[in-house]
């Protein structure tokens, strides 16, 4: 298959690159190569070209952390910080998620909404309940997007109808990831310790056996001021967040790496350990202004070669739109150069498109570039009636990135397949 249109990414020096009416030819789920339209080659001239005309061509945008259960109430509770929030909004509507009815309703919305989002692949938190998260998995491999799913795991300091024993949650882990085996195509799953202070030591060294060589982790770091007092208490043998999950044995080298949520009070020791350890951030720009958790230092992960990805957090974030995600972080770090550190640098948009694209896609492998090689994810936007009149395609990326409305989505493609 050949698509053509205006192709806009970015490089592996984090620059924006764009090539004007430009083919796309995929073979086998990935982009075999990229043509300007004169430079075609003669073999290729009769196959069938899908043209876009003057549409604007990207990559598909990854989001790094979100929780599905909680899309029913997103927009909700931004008057209140964390741990609030969790125990008045979050923890009343998970506990819906034992009705595999509810579940059915509401994972159905939410999947539906993302897939018509602009993200073509993402880092899902669930819930503790098992048959819910097979459900939301099996509706999501439907979808055709390519998701890690996590069944969410906690046995302290939690509600009474939203937590397990330490051996049955163990042990509900282990039957779930059975469960997967064989199943899917698309839709893979990830140990998922909600936070440490739900989930007892004991269980953190489980998980972490459990996970192996052979998946990924996902949890939560350093998001709260009251969080990180919390954590304090709870582990007095460690000398930050990270290395209390590290000391746990939640942090050791796998097939996949570790995605920690937030880091907005990582210091310089994190730091050095979220390097140590491979780990990739999930910037929340939105989450963290919505419950007041502070500014994330990005532009010193950056510095400091930490992976840096964009999470849409629903639902202390209310919208799937990554790349909403991607201007607030562009604002707030603005406000971390002039208010915090005025040896930081603001983000420039080649940066935080890089984020959504091709950083985060290097969690799924070869995603998130335009490029011979990478899974062909692509998102085809018709900006005419927001850009009408502008003929630089630079200026007309950068209005999109700041203005943009996925009712502008004319097409969807996740690994070659159009799913929209």
């Not at 799953?189 to 972490?208: A, N």
């Not at 500014?295 to 992976?307: E, Q, S, W, Y």
Request: hydrophobic share 35%.
């Amino acid at each position: 298959m050949i698509v053509k249109g205006n192709l806009i990414d970015c490089t592996d020096k984090c620059t924006i690159r764009i090539r004007e009416k430009s083919c796309i030819l995929i073979k086998n789920d990935v982009i075999f190569n990229v043509y300007s339209e004169n430079m075609l080659p003669e073999l290729l001239k009769d196959e069938k070209v899908v043209d876009y005309k003057d549409a604007l061509i990207f990559p598909g945008l990854i989001d790094m952390h979100l929780h599905a259960p909680q899309f029913p109430f997103r927009g909700l509770g931004s008057d209140m910080e964390l741990l609030d929030w969790l125990n008045t909004y979050t923890f009343p509507e998970e506990a819906k998620y034992k009705d595999i009815d509810y579940a059915k309703k509401a994972y159905t919305k939410f999947v539906e909404s993302l897939k018509k989002s602009f993200t073509t692949r993402a880092i899902i938190f669930a819930t503790l309940h098992k048959e819910a998260t097979v459900l939301l998995m099996d509706l999501l491999e439907n979808s055709g997007l390519k998701c890690f799913v996590g069944k969410v795991n906690m046995d302290r300091n939690s509600p009474e109808n939203l937590i397990e024993s330490t051996d049955e949650s163990a042990e509900s882990t282990k039957e779930w990831l059975d469960i997967c085996k064989g199943r899917y195509k698309n839709t893979f799953p990830i140990i998922t310790p909600r936070f440490i202070p739900s989930c007892s030591d004991r269980l953190l060294r489980e998980l972490g056996k459990i996970r192996g060589s052979e998946y990924g982790l996902q949890s939560h770091l350093s998001e709260n001021p009251k969080e990180l007092e919390w954590v304090k208490e709870l582990c007095p043998d460690s000398f930050g967040y990270l290395d209390a999950y590290d000391k746990r044995e939640c942090l050791h080298k796998s097939r996949f790496s570790t995605v920690m949520a937030h880091c907005v009070y990582s210091d310089e020791s994190e730091m050095k350990l979220l390097k140590d350890r491979d780990v990739f951030v999930a910037h929340c720009p939105q989450s963290n202004i919505c419950l007041s958790s502070g500014i994330a230092p990005v532009r010193k992960f950056l510095d400091r070669g930490i992976k840096v990805g964009l999470g849409s957090d629903i639902a202390a974030g209310y919208s799937l739109n990554i790349l909403k995600q991607a201007v607030e972080a562009i604002g707030l770090s603005k406000l971390y150069w002039r208010y915090i550190d005025k040896n930081s640098r603001p983000l420039k948009p080649a940066e935080v498109f890089s984020m959504a694209t091709r950083v985060a896609g290097s969690y799924f492998g070869k995603v998130g570039a335009l490029e011979k090689g990478f899974e062909a994810d692509l998102l085809v936007v018709d900006d005419s009636t927001l850009n009408e009149g502008i003929d630089d395609i630079r200026k007309r990326f950068e209005r999109f990135l700041y203005l943009s409305d996925e009712c502008s989505l004319v097409a969807k493609y996740v690994a070659g397949e159009q799913i929209l």
